[in-house]
């Protein structure tokens, strides 16, 4: 299918499958509504938006395509609702190149890349997304890409929840990222990002880590139940740590070591098994009106 120059249309219950190249192409203003239908085994995206496309994508089954099961790219703006983007052999959802788009309720799982893609300035807004048990990370954020993420729940995936390197600068708030088998969190190589009133617990690593030139801001987020430190800084990390519960971690509530500089302000560090506060092998950094107990 190939929506374009304003074209419209209703595609239901459709069977779209092994095509040469994308399964569905949408571009300059097309704005087809598909619902329900069976997107897989491309050559190429699922469903690729591009240079000003839009659609509304409801509960549909887009699934093992060659590329991402739904690319975004050049002004692409479409909403995606309570769909299943699974199984893929590169990456879920890929926003590029000022691509933007609202998603929303949508299950992404077991893909090849990351659950969700957002590189080159691309700024998607993702809501109570499920995005889970990928076969890397769950999003990963890069390239000058921004992003709006709120109320999501990441979890389970291979490698880090969230990456956010190379300028990227998302907004997180009130998302549940847990579990998988290295951090929540992962800023660095410049990595920005806010992230805001996030529970982040049980992870295999850090809850978050922080290095190598990454500057994020952490607020009122729940750091906890971590199987080591709830946050590391280090290899020259920065970042603002203010206000956040950061709790019961198998290691030190927060590490600096190796030229990581944070400051942190207003958090309350408790209950952990080892230190609160562990600096060390020229970690520095500075600590403003912090409750520190019970470790």
């Known amino acids: 299918m190939y929506v374009y120059e304003g074209g419209l249309g ?21 704005n087809p509504t598909l619902r329900h239908n069976r997107i897989h085994d491309g050559k190429e995206s699922g469903v690729y938006v591009y240079e000003g496309g839009l659609g509304t994508l409801d509960e549909n089954d887009i699934f093992a395509n060659a590329l991402a099961g739904v690319e975004i790219a050049a002004g692409g703006n479409p909403t995606l609702r309570r769909n299943q983007i699974h199984d893929g052999k590169t990456g879920g959802v890929f926003v590029r190149d000022g691509g933007l788009g609202t998603l929303e309720e949508n299950e992404i799982f077991g893909n090849a890349l990351a659950g969700v893609s957002i590189r080159g300035g ?3 807004t993702l809501r109570r997304n499920q995005i889970h048990d990928g076969k890397q990370g769950g999003v990963f954020v890069y ?10 729940e990441i979890f389970n995936n291979a490698v880090n929840g969230v990456n956010i390197e190379g300028g990227g600068n998302p907004t997180l708030r009130r998302n549940r990222i847990h579990g998988g088998n290295h951090s929540g969190v992962l800023a660095y190589e410049g990595g920005l990002g806010t992230l805001e009133e996030n529970d982040i617990f049980g992870t295999t690593l850090a809850g978050v880590a922080i290095r190598e030139g990454a500057n994020p801001t952490l607020r009122r987020n729940r750091i906890h139940d971590g199987k080591q430190s709830g946050i590391w800084v280090y290899q020259n990390g920065h ?3 203010e206000e956040n519960d950061i709790f019961n971690n198998a290691l030190a509530g927060v590490s600096i070591s190796k030229s990581g500089n944070p400051t942190l302000r207003r958090n309350r560090i408790h209950d952990g098994m080892s230190s609160g506060v562990w600096v060390y092998e020229g970690g520095l ?11």
Do not use: H
Request: glycine share 16%; no cysteine; net charge negative.
């Open 10 to 30: 209703t595609l239901e219950e459709n069977e779209i499958f092994g095509n040469a190249r994308s399964g569905v192409n949408i571009a300059s203003g097309g």
């Open 239 to 241: 970042g603002t740590l």
């Open 143 to 152: 390239e000058r890409g921004r992003g709006t993420l709120e109320e999501n």
């Open 122 to 124: 691309a700024n998607p």
């Open 285 to 295: 950094g500075t600590l403003e009106e912090n409750d520190i107990f019970a470790n």
